[in-house]
């Protein structure tokens, strides 16, 4: 019994990193795909200095598409894991002071991004999308062991521990 939980467990975390691993490396692909729209987005915000504004539109889709190659491949899962929830974290809070100041944007989260007529805004969904996005964070922080990673991989060199260990270990730190 034990093993087969552990095996749901293992494909519950397999489908979190790679569907954390798709949305940051969608979301990543669109800005970089049209930087003026991802700069508009930024700026529609209107929190940060004008002289910021280009750093994070240029900065932010190179950071979600390497979190997305490093879920993708398994890779510090753990690590890209917290920055995946601080970044999420940074996304709510952001749509919730839009939300909460009266802006009537679109989040730009997928690309596009900007005004938008009053009435046209999402914030409830957008919140709610980035909610269960930080969910699925928050499994691979808690239990960062999936198969198909090469964090699995190394954990399982010849000379490293077992797989077994590992997840033993892991586990007792929980």
Known sequence: ????????LDVVGLLARLGLAAVWL?????????????????QAYELLPGSLVGVVATGLPLVEV???????????????????????L?????????????????????GGGGQVDPGETRYPQEIARDVGFLAMACWLLVRPASPLSVDGWVRRRP???????????ETEHV
């Not at 952001?94 to 730009?108: E, H, M, N, P, Y």
């Open 66 to 88: 390497v979190l997305g190659l490093l879920l993708l491949l398994g890779a510090g899962i753990r690590v890209t894991a917290v920055v995946s929830a601080v970044v999420l």
């Open 159 to 169: 000379g490293s521990e077992s797989a077994g260990q590992a997840e033993a270990r």
């Open 26 to 42: 969608v979301s990543g692909g669109a800005k970089l795909a049209d930087p003026g729209q991802a700069y508009l987005a930024v």
């Open 90 to 110: 940074a996304f709510i809070a952001a749509v919730a002071q839009s939300w909460a100041r009266g802006l009537t944007i679109d989040c730009g989260c997928f």
């Open 1 to 8: 019994m034990l093993g087969s939980r552990g095996r749901l």
